[in-house]
């Protein structure tokens, strides 16, 4: 079973950047497709960006537009979220979500393939 913490979440003003970290333990980080959902102030959660098991990575066009990155490093048992050109539309708690998946290139978008979900961070974004 794999456990999930998220950091990096914090207040900032609208054009700043932030990366969101994700650290997974308990189990065989390479064999998880990794995602990023937010939960805005009464809105649902979403699906931000996704990494495959082998790097290949799917992003939200309406959520995102260019603006995040979503990078995994198995050597460190992490997934990071860099997100430049914060807008206040983008205030959310942030979730990092892991998929346990056979394919190295499968990648779910839907909210309910992810097995495993961290607490989240919160991400405040001022105009």
């Known amino acids: 079973q794999v456990q999930l913490a998220e950091s990096g979440g914090g207040v900032v003003q609208a054009g700043d950047s932030l990366r969101l970290s994700c650290a997974a333990s308990g189990g065989f980080f390479s064999n998880y497709a990794m995602a990023w959902f937010r939960q805005g102030p009464g809105k649902e959660r979403e699906f931000v960006a996704g990494?495959?098991?082998?790097?290949?990575?799917?992003y939200d066009p309406n959520a995102v537009k260019g603006r995040f990155t979503i990078i995994r490093d198995n050597a460190k048992n992490t997934v990071y979220l860099q997100m430049n050109t914060l807008k206040p539309e983008d205030t959310a708690v942030y979730y990092c979500?892991?998929?346990?998946?056979?394919?190295?290139?499968?990648?779910?978008?839907?909210?309910?393939?992810?097995?495993?979900w961290g607490q989240g961070t919160q991400v405040t974004v001022s105009s």
């Open positions: 990494v495959s098991r082998n790097g290949r990575s799917t």
């Open positions: 979500a892991a998929d346990y998946v056979p394919g190295l290139i499968s990648l779910s978008l839907r909210r309910s393939d992810y097995e495993y």
